[in-house]
């Protein structure tokens, strides 16, 4: 998942023309060139046109434009080094410019990290965000080449002020702050990391650490075997492929969203989950109601699970799964589920007939990757088996797909 702040697709050159184009024409105005109306200008009125440029080294190369333009740059509270950046540029700019609400860094490189991460920990404010993307050369040919990449590691600090912390390291070694606590973090997403100590991540995203934390999402990690949340205030949590999880613990009583997503590697996942609150549960994974608890969930409303196999192999390990999970909430009203066609279907069974109940569900949404067969079956199958449905929703994802590949 890209960083959503800025422009990743260079530092702002274009922007950097058309803004000197307009200082031009309003530096000359009406007098034919005589005199520099910008100079008149008041610093607040720069900074909001500064802060239109998508860059932070676009918006330096500004002061060659008026003599009032130098300097003013540094004075921003915003940072952005899009992709892909120099991350030597980064340091010197943290120390001249003051406090800061925004830092925004993607970089194929991570020299320098260590330092300009500690240096935001202490200048961003109250509220601030900060979003670092770092692009390993491993990264960009595969994960697997990823993992081997051999770099230094990065230690996060302790975000007292930050509001919102991503961090996508490209399987670079992430090192936990021991102690500390991110007293004003409502959202962070650690995406791509290594974890040196996974054992410390439950621990520090938990209340005495986090006591503010609303949305957490942990995003292809590695090195956490077994992940403990207490939380007062966590109300959506993400969990994307953690490699080699093996226990998951969460108590949230303000929960309201959960996912997660190939954690337990198909293994015989143990999990249990309080969260009374709960209202929206996407589980694409191994499930076994003997080892996967739900306590006191009893709000739940929309239930999304993963692929449906419609044709396949009746020892297909994941067969039982989801029937399992179908029937362990009886009272959702919305149910999402994804309907999985083989191209060829010559040498596999039809599956569906496995599924014989499902929720007292009043709205199904069905998302069909077809590869060309008919749905009608399939469909109707799954109608007969919530009768007070009123409202099917219908996707197909290969018009999807092929109107991505033709844009």
């Known amino acids: 998942m890209l960083l959503p702040v800025g422009n990743h697709g260079g530092d702002g050159d274009c922007g950097t023309v058309q803004l000197a184009a307009e200082i ?3 530096s000359l105005g009406s007098t034919g060139g005589l005199g520099d109306r910008l100079s008149a200008l008041p610093d607040d009125i720069l900074h909001s046109i500064l802060l239109r440029v998508p860059s932070t080294p676009a918006a330096a190369r500004t002061c060659v434009l008026s003599r ?5 740059w540094a004075q921003l509270p915003e940072i952005r080094f899009p992709f892909p950046s120099d991350p030597a540029a980064v340091g010197p700019a943290l120390a001249a410019g003051p406090a ?13 990290a260590n330092a300009w991460l500690r240096t935001a920990a202490s200048r961003l404010i109250a509220g601030g965000e900060l979003y670092f993307y770092n692009r390993t050369p491993g990264e ?4 697997a080449e990823a993992l081997s990449w051999q770099c230094r590691t990065f230690e996060l600090p302790c975000f007292e002020t930050a509001a919102k912390v991503w961090l996508r390291l490209g399987f670079v070694d992430l090192g936990l702050p021991p102690t500390g606590v991110f007293f004003r973090l409502t959202e962070l997403r650690l995406e791509h990391v290594n974890l040196e100590c996974g054992f410390q991540l439950g621990d520090m ?8 934390l609303r949305e957490l999402c942990i995003a292809r990690a590695r090195g956490v075997a077994s992940l403990c949340i207490i939380s007062q205030t ?14 998951l613990t ?19 996942p143990v999990a249990a989950i309080y969260a009374s609150r709960l209202e929206v549960l996407w589980w694409s994974d191994a499930f076994d109601p003997s080892f996967v608890l739900f306590s006191d969930v009893q709000n739940l409303q929309q239930l999304t699970t993963f692929d449906i196999h419609v044709y396949g192999r009746f020892d297909y390990a994941l067969l039982q799964d989801y029937v399992m999970l179908l029937q362990h909430f009886p009272t959702v009203s919305c149910l999402d589920l994804k309907l999985n066609y083989q191209r060829d279907l010559s040498q596999y069974e039809y599956l569906m007939g496995i599924i014989t109940k499902l929720p007292n569900i009043k709205i199904l949404s069905l998302w069909l990757h077809t590869k060309g067969h008919a749905i009608g079956p399939s469909v109707f199958h799954l109608l007969s088996k919530c009768p007070g449905v009123r409202e099917l929703k219908l996707t197909l994802l290969d018009n999807l797909e092929f109107k991505w590949m033709s844009s």
């Open 100 to 112: 800061l609400r925004l830092l925004h860094v993607a970089c194929r490189d991570d020299t320098g």
């Open 140 to 143: 960009e040919k595969g994960q």
């Open 234 to 247: 966590l109300e959506r949590l993400e969990l994307d492929i953690l490699h080699g999880l093996e226990e």
């Open 205 to 212: 995203v938990s209340s005495p650490r986090c006591p503010a």
């Open 250 to 268: 969460v108590v949230a009583p303000m929960l309201r969203a959960l996912n997660v997503h190939a954690c337990f590697a198909w293994r015989k």
């Open 68 to 72: 009032r333009w130098r300097g003013i």
């Open 24 to 26: 031009e024409e309003l």
